[in-house]
């Protein structure tokens, strides 16, 4: 059992956050202390000496105890996403937590591909002042009903991150993959293996998938062998729909690349499973009749599957960066955006 001074620390520390959200920063004297947690005034010493040397309070001669400027400002970081609980998210989560510890408590937010839950947890985020507010958008090449929202977080000095995206408003940075340099290393690499009649699948909508395509038509740039027929792009609701379940778009798609295709690049980990399952159906095998290349961290990137050739980046190396980039933000410091390498599985 933990000394009695400890456990009215970790008391005191709760009542801190509770008086920082009702404006008080004055705390209650020795004496009220002690009636208030049963203690002898010693003890009650010992806690806030505790508290005095985290940073969490100062003591001035003759006044009393009070909150100092760094335990009133929230430390709570605002992590907005379409689902917390599907695909890359949860690993996600869990390595940014780790990566800031005890300094910022990440709060995470699913929206569902709503802009109205978005647009909610954007309000909230400006309310209740958070050190930074992380989102990653599910549409980020078009524009958003939210676009003010988010300038209007800017304005009242709250750090704007784009994850995974390579487009954001005037003022919000971005931690993101370069789409554009894979793609072109995807496409050397399915080259070195003689596979030059390449298909794609890419999203329209998003700056990643965007970027993707981009990297991808310029190798085509002096060739003929660029067709723009083998070029699906979706947009967010007909790649929702896939993940879903709904493949007829791919099934259409396979059809008419079916004859002479040897590869394709794909943009998305649940898209190139469902498309994988299309192509056998139709009785083309993956990789002896047409190879596949994935862009991602999730269903195909690991070393057990020799099925797909799988492209992503380091997910510690983005919770570190994020991490960093939230950390410098919130105390001032602007570090830029980030572009995060690939690697192959």
Known sequence: ???????????????????????????????????????????????????????????????????????????????????????????????????????????????????????????????????????????????????????SAVNNRIPVIYINSNASPEGVLTVAPDYEDMAKKALGILKSQDKK??????????????????????????????????????????EKEIMDGNTAVLSSFAEDIARDTESIICGNGIVTYQLVNVLGKKGISVPEDISVLCFDNGYFSTKGNAQIISAGYDETILCKKLAKTITALASGTDTGSTVLPFQLF
């Open 1 to 151: 059992m933990p000394e009695k001074y400890i456990a009215i620390t970790n008391k005191l520390e709760i009542e801190l956050k509770q008086m920082r959200a009702n404006g008080i920063t004055k705390l209650p004297s020795e004496i009220e202390l002690a009636a208030k947690y049963a203690c002898s005034r010693q003890t009650i010493r010992a806690s806030l000496n505790i508290l005095m040397n985290k940073g969490l309070i100062e003591k001035r001669k003759g006044s009393g105890s009070y909150l100092t400027e760094e335990s009133t400002q929230n430390r709570v970081v605002f992590f907005v996403t379409e689902d917390c609980d599907r695909y890359l998210n949860p690993a996600l989560i869990a390595g940014l937590r780790s990566e800031l510890r005890s300094k910022y408590e990440p709060k995470t937010f699913s929206t569902y591909g709503n802009y109205k839950e978005e647009g909610d947890v954007i309000r909230k985020a400006i309310e209740e002042k958070a050190s930074a507010l992380v989102i990653d958008p599910s549409r980020d090449l078009i524009p958003g009903i939210n676009d003010r929202l988010i300038m």
């Open 197 to 238: 009649r390449t298909a794609c699948v890419f999203r329209m909508d998003s700056s990643s998938g965007m970027r993707g395509y981009r990297g991808f038509i310029d190798e085509f740039a002096d060739e003929k062998l660029f067709d723009d027929r083998k070029c699906l792009l979706l947009t967010y609701k007909d």
